[in-house]
């Protein structure tokens, strides 16, 4: 995929993935902090090498380990001193995350 392809729209990430969350956390987690998780899915991906052109065949399929990036979330953001967030609420912002990129087609 070529950057020109790529339509990511961070407000437009927020406003999906608040509408992707049950009601009750909705009002829990400010956008602010939607974004920040985001961030830190993205530094995830980062670490796990997904950004480098020259370690992935095009045609090659990137398994992500949703357990292990919801553990990275949760471990970074206590670290970073944002807070304590549940696993179960955590969940809800990865899957509506990577439900956001799939309906820009960001992983075909």
Do not use: W
């Amino acid at each position: 995929m070529s950057n020109e392809e790529l339509i990511y729209d961070e407000d437009d990430a927020v406003r999906f993935i608040r509408n992707y969350l049950p009601q009750e956390l909705k009002e829990k987690f400010s956008d602010d902090d939607i974004n920040y998780i985001v961030d830190l899915i993205y530094e995830f991906y980062d670490t796990k090498g997904f950004f480098d052109e020259n370690a992935h065949n095009d045609d090659e399929n990137v398994e992500i380990d949703e357990e292990e990036l919801i553990s990275f979330v949760v471990k970074n953001a206590e670290k970073d001193g944002v807070g304590k967030f549940d696993v179960e609420d955590i969940i809800f912002i990865v899957q509506g995350e990577l439900e956001y990129c799939e309906s820009i087609n960001m992983f075909d």
